[in-house]
Nanobody, 121 residues
């Protein structure tokens, strides 16, 4: 099995910064894309950012220039550095990874349990 565990959420004032981490563990053969999504109350889950195993990144327009996604392939960990946070960034943030388990052929998408980010004064 594969588990994704997020950490780093919390309460921050507008204009502040936070760093989220998500570590994948278990029977991991290889990981393709990793990413972050978020879901605000009453809204659908939306993509925030993704990063491929080769380091290519993609961002939602709403976070470009403020958020940076990165990963440490040796640690099977993805990070989201969030700067200049706004109240509209308030949401539960979920990490996601496309993982192939050891001795398996196909990749499957796994999700973390989510971590709350609240931006408020």
């Amino acid at each position: 099995q594969v588990q994704l565990v997020e950490s780093g959420g919390g309460l921050v004032q507008p204009g502040g910064s936070l760093r989220l981490s998500c570590a994948a563990s278990g029977s991991i053969g290889s990981i393709n894309a990793m990413g972050w999504h978020r879901q605000a109350p009453g809204k659908q889950r939306e993509l925030v950012a993704t990063v491929t195993s080769g380091g290519t990144t993609n961002y939602a327009d709403s976070v470009k220039g403020r958020f940076t996604i990165s990963r440490d392939n040796a640690k099977n960990t993805v990070y989201l550095h969030m700067n200049s946070l706004k109240p509209e960034d308030t949401a539960v943030y979920y990490c996601n990874a496309d993982v192939r388990q050891r001795n398996r052929i196909n990749f499957y998408s796994y999700w973390g349990q989510g971590t709350q980010v609240t931006v408020s004064s």
